[in-house]
């Protein structure tokens, strides 16, 4: 296929790590989609950086995820306008700074329902496509938080457990169809949810990383961007860690 033909789609494009995931995709030759549901200031600013050469630049989309007919809306939208997705990379994902025994109801469901039922419609809109074409790959977003004991929101850890769990029996599920489906298991990053690590934690996880650093969003947007392109073509069913050796 022509270069911009091809089309990959960021879910939560605008925090530090999903526009890092949007600016190597965009590097890499693909027209970007990314969506936000705030922030479009950051959308806005993201969509106008452009591509130095002169591809079209990536577009924004405002999208609530756990509304299962916007997120159709959007999917049908992107395939019509845009040309048909290839890649999807499962990142946005929200989190809760709570101890267990002050977790509400409410706060359990709210951090499911974005990282989990989130990442089933959003999946389920445009695999239908991929598996039409018989051909694609889904990177999900993980976190170090689901596979180690750390000291992290319960609910959060749960949630991204789960992803890990949605990876392996969809990439089973899908591979018959040409389609590749891993998770990208970061460490604790600069930007996104560790900005809510307090300080001495972050210490912590430089003395027991063995890079002794937190890791940066370019580098988690460089493993996507491999695990999405057929320079990748044999990994499938994976959860690669990216944690700077724990």
Not at 1 to 11: F, G, I, K, L, S
Not at 94 to 107: H, N
Not at 193 to 214: A, D
Request: aromatic share 6%; charged share 25%.
């Amino acid at each position: 296929m022509d270069r911009d033909a091809r089309v990959a789609v960021v879910t939560g494009g605008t925090g530090a790590m999903g526009s890092a995931m949007v600016r190597v995709l965009a590097r890499e030759g693909y027209r970007v989609c990314f969506t936000y549901k705030n922030h479009e200031d950051r959308a806005l600013a993201l969509a106008a950086e452009g591509r130095p050469d002169g591809c079209p630049a990536p577009k924004g989309f405002r999208l609530d995820m756990v509304d299962p007919e916007s997120v159709a809306a959007l999917a049908a939208q992107i395939e019509r306008e845009e040309g048909p997705v290839e890649v999807l990379v499962n990142n946005a994902g929200i989190t809760q700074v709570l101890p267990f025994a002050l977790i509400e109801p409410e706060d359990w469901d709210t951090v499911m329902e974005v990282n989990l039922k989130g990442l089933f419609l959003v999946t389920k809109a445009f695999i239908r496509g991929m598996i039409r074409r018989k051909r694609g790959a889904v990177v999900n977003i993980g976190s170090l938080a689901g596979m180690r004991m750390l000291d992290v929101p319960v609910h959060y850890a749960t949630a991204k457990s789960a992803v890990v769990g949605f990876t392996l029996s969809l990439a089973k599920e899908v591979a018959r169809f040409g389609i590749r489906v891993n998770a990208a298991v970061p460490g604790l990053m600069e930007g996104g949810v560790g900005e809510n690590v307090p300080e001495n934690q972050r210490e912590e996880y430089r003395r027991y990383c063995s890079l002794g650093r937190l890791g940066k969003p370019e580098e988690l947007a460089e493993l996507v961007a491999f695990l999405a392109s057929p320079r990748a073509s044999y990994l499938n069913g994976q959860a690669i860690f990216l944690d700077g050796g724990i």
